[in-house]
T-cell receptor, first 115, second 114 residues
Framework: QQQVKQSPQSLIVQKGGISIINCAYENTAFDYFPWYQQFPGKGPALLIAIRPDVSEKKEGRFTISFNKSAKQFSLHIMDSQPGDSATYFCAASNEGSSNTGKLIFGQGTTLQVKP | EAQVTQNPRYLITVTGKKLTVTCSQNMNHEYMSWYRQDPGLGLRQIYYSMNVEVTDKGDVPEGYKVSRKEKRNFPLILESPSPNQTSLYFC?????????????FGPGTRLTVL
């Protein structure tokens, strides 16, 4: 119930294309869904996040789509650039009263954007 | 500059030799945690701390200890490291346990236990 399943494990996209990474969860108590971006040799950094009261959030070229009934959320990177090449992690947490501050991470997706 | 620092960044050690990985944050955050990152498994929480002298186990605490004597520091201690603790470790901090959208991660410590 605590798992977040992420796919694909790796993704290769041409420059200018759309990158799509999907995540699915089981725990309906989750109420916060961030995406983290990690470059080699660096720690993860928050990219964009969504809460279940909206179905979509867009920040520049990055969009999260959220489907509460299907318990799925996805990251879309429009006009993908070589500089977007990184590992992406989805995550989920429950910020309710019993929250321990723990983020449950997906397995990660390594994105390569070819010039 | 707001940051989380970890030391060392790389460490190769042998089975059973006690080691400590330090973590420090300069943002006056109350909440700190340790994660390990393994291929195909994402990041898993080891321990967390909600404030000074308040710590608790995460998902994979076996073989690890932590302490929180000062607000800014949260060291990770491996009393008797074993090869299955070879991993990439991240320290993270946030203002409060509820503010998971502001969780800042350190640069990571790559540990190899021979």
């Amino acid at each position: 119930q605590q798992q977040v399943k992420q796919s694909p494990q790796s993704l290769i996209v041409q420059k200018g294309g759309i990158s799509i990474i999907n995540c699915a969860y089981e725990n309906t108590a989750f109420d916060y869904f961030p995406w983290y971006q990690q470059f080699p040799g660096k720690g993860p950094a928050l990219l964009i996040a969504i809460r279940p009261d909206v179905s979509e959030k867009k920040e520049g070229r990055f969009t999260i789509s959220f489907n509460k009934s299907a318990k799925q959320f996805s990251l879309h990177i429009m006009d993908s650039q070589p500089g977007d090449s990184a590992t992406y992690f989805c995550a989920a947490s429950n910020e309710g009263s019993s929250n321990t501050g723990k983020l449950i991470f997906g397995q990660g997706t390594t994105l390569q954007v070819k010039p | 500059e707001a940051q989380v620092t970890q030391n060392p960044r790389y460490l190769i050690t042998v089975t059973g030799k006690k080691l400590t990985v330090t973590c420090s944050q300069n943002m006056n955050h109350e909440y700190m945690s340790w994660y390990r990152q393994d291929p195909g498994l994402g990041l898993r929480q080891i321990y967390y701390s909600m404030n000074v002298e308040v710590t608790d186990k995460g998902d994979v605490p076996e073989g690890y200890k932590v302490s929180r004597k000062e607000k800014r520091n949260f060291p990770l201690i491996l009393e008797s490291p074993s090869p299955n603790q070879t991993s990439l470790y991240f320290c993270a901090s946030s203002r409060d346990r509820g503010y998971t959208d502001t969780q800042y991660f350190g640069p990571g410590t790559r540990l190899t236990v021979l």
